[in-house]
């Protein structure tokens, strides 16, 4: 959580991307402990995977270790929050700057983390409380997207997002929300744009729902 790492580095008088640092070293020994414990794995325990091809390698014998298996694994840092990172920083978004952003994934080279989007905003809270555009939201924006409230077109968000796609190197997708009755010719240009800058793109369509009072809002 990028906005925890810089509000710990500004309480404790210490340059950012030494405390970033710490904690990517930190990750990495936790990633080599991780590799460690799998390898001591049996096949057994996915026979489709590792007995039968389902991972690259994974022709091995029941009773044998998945190590090998490992070797073509990959394990990276997960990012949330970059566009908040930039709100602490200056009080400015992705859109309106990016360019600290910019940098610390230049620093990074980190892939997606979703499922922490809405945990590491209670952890902040408790830590640091409420700051406008950074955690006064029940969930933080994931990756290197621009913050869903924008007000921007397809082509600024995608041109936007493209200077963080090659600094991501997995995981990643860049996407655009589209109303439920846009023109489906202009979504094929659009995709195919984004085909061309080399993305791998989604398409989201705009119905919006409430998990705690139930309205449901389709975009037309």
């Avoid at 022709?59 to 566009?83: E, Q």
């Amino acid at each position: 959580h990028l906005p925890m790492i810089y509000a710990k580095a500004k309480q404790e008088s210490r340059p950012f991307f030494e405390v970033l640092d710490y904690y990517l070293e930190l990750i990495r020994r936790l990633h080599i402990r991780t590799y460690a414990y799998l390898g001591e794995m049996r096949a057994s325990t996915n026979p489709l995977a590792y007995c039968e091809g389902g991972f690259y390698g994974g022709h091995l014998k029941l009773t044998d270790k998945i190590k090998p298996v490992l070797k073509t694994a990959t394990a990276s840092f997960g990012i949330t929050a970059l566009n908040e990172l930039q709100m602490l920083y200056n009080g400015k978004s992705l859109v309106e700057d990016g360019a600290f952003a910019l940098e610390v994934m230049e620093h990074i080279y980190g892939t997606p983390a979703e499922n922490l989007c809405g945990l590491q905003i209670r952890q902040f809270r408790e830590q640091y409380g409420i700051i406008e555009g950074v955690s006064d939201r029940p969930y933080v924006s994931n990756s290197f997207h621009c913050h869903v409230s924008e007000d921007i077109t397809p082509i600024q968000k995608q041109d936007l997002e493209n200077r963080f796609w090659n600094l991501s190197n997995g995981g990643k997708i860049q996407y655009v929300k589209y109303p439920i009755g846009y023109n489906t010719l202009a979504i094929k240009s659009l995709i195919r744009r984004a085909m061309d800058m080399g993305f791998y793109e989604g398409v989201n369509l705009s119905l919006s729902y409430c998990d705690d009072c139930g309205h449901e809002e389709l975009q037309m």
